[in-house]
């Protein structure tokens, strides 16, 4: 059984998968997605994998054969797990470069991607993407797609079960107006059983993240693990069966032990991603101003050690009475 967490702009950065990986040894892990122009021009050590962040697939996006081979190279040397293509993102920013969901349309071009990096590296070759474009939800595109692009040498498909809506729709409700298809996840498994079809989009519980790995043997998880980080206690004790069931005080203690003397001076983006930590419980409003507070000031980090907890059975409840 595999869970990822899926790769999510303004999210998924080193901060975020530190803590991930605290909570969670056994996710896998996504980068945000990365254009291929970023990769090229960036710091590269802004792309060295440590050691802790394994198993760590790099998603990335673009429509340059060329660059492709580049970034490929780069990220091979950089110790990433897997290279995943973002063939799904409906960001009109995105769309405008060419690159996204609207390339599901032009399976041919992404197969030559796909081959282009398949030539640089031993690495496994990804998809990201969704079942179409559009209100349209005949399945052939997403089927003729899918075929040509693992013809190329893509074995693995992580399908979020919606459509993009390219006209008129926002990115944010890009994930929530499109109607939820898994029936049609499922045809897309059935039409291609020597391929590794992952499904992805609206999971929120352990009963139904527990029917779909049961289906598909991996499932992708994204919003609902940023939204309450501390879900992942429950699929690390209840999913993997896994010792390491922490408490969010000592999740708070570790991470911040780990972080680096220079985001002190860098604490919004070291910090922001540990809001939702006391979600459902009667810390939850506390916490996050608390948080603020030393975001907002001169405290060092490790103030954030002093918070005052005091719910010792970590119940998980809207009210501590």
Known sequence: MKIFLAPMVGRTDKYFRKLVRIISPNIIMFTEMITLDSLIRGNLRDYTVNKQEHPLVAQIAGNDSDKFIECAEILTKSGFDEINLNIGCPS????????????IIDPFKVAEFVEAIKSCTDLPVSIKTRLGIGYDQDLDDIKKFIRLTSEAGCEIFYIHARNAILNGLSTRKNRSVPPLRYDDVMILKETFPHLK????????????????????????????IYDDPMFLNDIEKKIFFSNNYLSTQKVISRYIDQLEPEDNQNKLFALRHLSNLYKGTCYAKKWRKY?????????PLQNIKNFDYRDKNEERKINCS
């Open 92 to 103: 009109a920013k995105v769309v405008k470069g060419g690159f996204g969901a609207c390339q």
């Open 291 to 299: 948080l603020h507070s030393v975001i907002n000031s001169d405290q």
């Open 197 to 224: 079809v992952y499904i992805n989009g609206g999971i929120v519980n352990l009963e139904d993240l527990n029917e779909l790995l049961a289906v598909y043997g991996g499932v992708m998880l994204g919003r609902k």
